[in-house]
């Protein structure tokens, strides 16, 4: 019940999502016009910001400079690479395929090949009652790792989580009945800062090495040019900018959820 309130509560508070229920409200509440008509422009506000480039480029941004990497990577005992990045195997395709993350699988095996680590920890299971995929994100990850040539003996599967949290945890687990004591993190820049937190109020200090960075340094400087055809463009809402926004609320969500409970802890 917790992991789907988890799911369902947040989508009530993203742009779209809280936008829709705005508009609902407006329709179905027996208020004044002049309310139902504030309701609509409130709704239309967090669409034109959400969904433009100054606004998802500020809060990505904001959240994959968080975490500084170490510029030499030290050697570690494992790789950890959470899951997000595949997509199943399941008909019609032809075989595991990546998705916008899977930076997340080639950054771990090029670190193996680099000789970072001997093992390479796969986390990520499913939620099954929100999806019908017949293969997990760690299973996945694997397939992948084996066809790029790590070997089987290097790839250690955890595929009992649900959401980062349950990664964090049932990886734990393994960590400590492997004995790894230097932990390389694998994950996306923007997930990073989420993850090493959780993974640290666990008592793991983890080493990060985040992968797909969805904003480079170029482009955060030719965001503020003085371009007007760019900057037209920008001021428009874009349904990929949204979904940026989207998923950078979804972090700072998560990082305010773990500083919360850190408090109610401490108290």
Not at 56 to 76: C, F, H, M, N, Q
Not at 147 to 157: D, H, K, N, Y
């Amino acid at each position: 019940m917790f992991v789907f309130f988890s799911k369902f509560l947040p989508l009530l508070i993203y742009p779209l999502g809280l936008a829709c229920l705005l508009m609902l409200l407006s329709l179905i509440l027996r208020i004044p016009s002049s309310w139902r008509k504030r309701l609509v422009a409130f709704a239309f506000i967090l669409l034109w910001l959400g969904g433009n480039r100054w606004v998802a480029y500020s809060l990505t941004y904001s959240l994959e400079r968080k975490i500084v990497p170490p510029s030499d990577l030290p050697k570690g005992d494992v790789i950890l690479v959470l899951g997000g990045g595949t997509e199943s195997l399941d008909a019609p395709r032809s075989g595991v395929e990546v998705n916008g993350a899977g930076d997340r699988v080639l950054h771990a095996v090029r670190l193996y090949r680099q000789g970072i680590a001997p093992f390479i920890l796969l986390s990520g299971g499913n939620i099954e009652w929100l999806t019908s995929r017949t293969t997990t994100p760690a299973f996945e990850m694997k397939e992948l790792m084996l066809f790029m040539g790590v070997p089987e003996s290097a790839l250690v599967l955890q595929d009992q989580s649900q959401n980062t949290a349950e990664d964090v945890m049932f990886s734990a687990r393994i960590i400590e009945e492997r004995g790894f004591e230097r932990i390389i993190l694998v994950t996306s820049a923007q997930h990073m800062p989420r993850s090493v937190e959780l993974f640290r109020a666990q008592g793991i200090d983890v080493i990060p090495s985040p992968a797909d960075y969805s904003i480079t340094d170029a482009e955060w400087r030719s965001l503020w040019q003085a371009n007007l055809p760019a900057q037209l463009i920008n001021i428009l809402p874009n349904a990929g900018y949204l979904s940026m926004t989207t998923s950078s609320l979804k972090e700072y969500l998560g990082i305010l959820v773990n500083s919360l409970k850190s408090l109610i802890k401490l108290s």
